[in-house]
């Protein structure tokens, strides 16, 4: 091998759940200069990889597909460059991917090659699907075939025939011949009794799974409207399927949710909806930006409060502590007021306690119970580091009751740039709910998306908001919020979407 050159590692993607890319995948494709992905490698895993150069080279309608002599070319061109090449493939690359023949070109180039296994298709769509492939009384062996070649299956090999009476057949790519395979293995000694099932988009939230005998799977794959890509799995395993499915019982599987918020602060709320079964689709409608021309304020141990109403505010501030050689022992004697379990909980991972939190978390709460704690403010130094965007009325109320307050711009909200081919994806995404943390967020949503779009969204979307005041801007643009928490924090806004979105589907079945 030529040092000077590149690499190459085939990594295995996993069957489309993100989350089952395997620690050295990952590794790799943060240390990537080129990525070339398929179209079943979910490209969310892209994220891990966001200065490499991205390659597509599967098949999709929008987008220009590499054959295989071109993918090879691809491979090894970036190599000779002295690149570090990850060639990111649905599954496992050496099951049924083609990884074996792309490591013998590799290898014939003398170009350096790495193999990184995923978990295959044909292990954790069944697994998804609460088929386990062997279980002990039912299965003691599985077999993965191919069934893009249904006539691989006609023959006299006694071994092959042996073979497929036995223990649990899981077969790839076989879902147009499907009534040849199921008659095949009956006519084969298999009884058409033979439990049978068919997963389509296996761990992904779009998963399907339809399941029968050997006598009518294909009937009931076409009933279902079964595509590709789907994995075949035949044997008494399946009768497992009822007691274990656990994939598609979750709450919110299959329910269709947009998330708005900047993505720097979405990965909570992305992660609770996605473990309950949603698919999520983020469409970021903030970023979240360092102000222009910081503003000056005295020392923290001058003021008697410091209200912090997100967790960017806490951030801005240790920051800026940090900056003019400051810690939290200078915080000695100042009280702390927060607004929110997140903004609570980022200020005691500073090892700070919280003195105020309102039971609601808006400004006007958070006022009353100000009073309620200090009647008196008259006098009463105040910090608030805020958004460039906050509402007035909480400085203003303070003024009001005598108090010196020093109003800072902690960062600035401002509208990402998006591509409008992502905003027209999103129109015809028709998702069931739209969620709002903020008004920014509603808004920029509405600015993005225009009149027209949010009027197509509508006939399929609900909308959520995480409180009060963000339901009131949605609502005065035409977006009327029928999902909204009693408690405005994460947690509370996913409990609140999981009870709506589960009452109207009860209502609707009515």
Request: glycine content about 8%.
């Amino acid at each position: 091998m030529n040092p000077a050159q590149g690499k190459v590692w085939l990594v295995g993607a996993g069957p489309g759940d993100p989350g089952l890319l395997t620690i050295r995948g990952k590794e790799c494709l943060e240390h990537a200069d080129v990525v070339i992905y398929d179209s079943l490698a979910n490209e969310a895993l892209l994220d891990y990889a966001p200065t490499a150069e991205h390659i597509f080279a599967g098949k999709a309608t929008d987008k220009h597909m590499l054959l295989q002599d071109e993918i090879n070319r691809v491979m090894r061109e970036q190599a000779s460059q002295g690149k570090r090449v990850v060639r990111l493939k649905g599954g496992d690359p050496f099951v049924f991917g083609r990884g074996g023949e792309e490591a013998l070109v590799l290898a014939d180039a003398g170009i350096a090659f790495e193999i990184v296994p995923g978990i295959t298709a044909g292990i954790a769509g069944p697994a998804y699907a609460g088929i386990p492939v062997t279980h002990r009384g039912l299965a003691t062996c599985y077999t993965l075939i191919t069934g893009h070649d249904a006539e691989a299956l006609e023959t006299d090999d006694e071994d092959l025939s042996q073979l497929l009476l036995r223990g649990t057949l899981v077969f790839y790519m076989g879902v147009r011949n499907l009534p040849r395979i199921a008659a095949q293995l009956v006519a084969l000694g298999r009884p058409d009794t033979t439990p049978a099932a068919i997963v389509q988009w296996g761990t992904d939230p779009k998963q399907r799974t339809a399941v029968g005998t050997l006598a009518d799977i294909a009937e009931r794959a076409h009933d279902e409207c079964i595509q590709p890509p789907a994995i075949i799995v035949v044997g008494e395993v399946v009768s497992l399927h009822d007691t274990l499915s656990w994939f598609e019982s979750r709450p919110l599987f299959g329910k269709r949710i947009v998330v708005t918020r900047a993505r720097s602060q979405a990965s909570d709320l992305v992660r609770h909806l996605q473990e309950l079964g949603a698919d999520v689709f983020e469409f970021p409608t903030i970023a979240i930006e360092p102000p222009e021309n910081p503003e000056p304020f005295d020392p923290v141990n001058t003021y008697d409060w410091i209200v912090l109403t997100s967790v960017n505010a806490v951030e801005m501030l240790f920051e800026r502590m940090d900056n003019l050689g400051q810690d939290a022992r200078d915080l000695a004697g100042v009280r702390l007021c927060v607004i929110g379990s997140a903004t609570s909980e980022a200020v005691r991972r500073r090892f700070l306690r919280v003195d105020l939190m309102p039971e609601k978390y808006v400004a006007e709460y958070l006022m009353a119970a100000l009073l309620a704690q200090e009647p008196d403010l008259a006098g009463k130094r105040f910090l608030l580091p805020r958004a460039d965007i906050a509402r007035s009325f909480l400085p203003e109320e303070l003024r009001k009751h005598g108090a010196d307050v020093t109003e800072v711009v902690a960062y600035r909200t401002v509208v990402p740039r998006t591509p409008d081919s992502l905003a027209e994806r999103l129109a015809t995404y028709r998702p069931d709910l739209v969620t709002f943390t903020s008004s920014s967020t509603a808004r920029n949503f509405y600015e993005m998306l225009g009149a027209e779009r949010i009027a197509r969204l509508k006939q399929t979307a609900k909308f959520g908001a995480i409180g009060p005041i963000t339901a009131k801007t949605a609502g005065s643009l035409g977006m009327p919020v029928t999902i909204e928490p009693d408690t405005h924090d994460i947690p509370n806004f996913v409990r609140a979407i999981v009870d709506g979105l589960g009452r109207e589907a009860t209502e609707a079945g009515r």
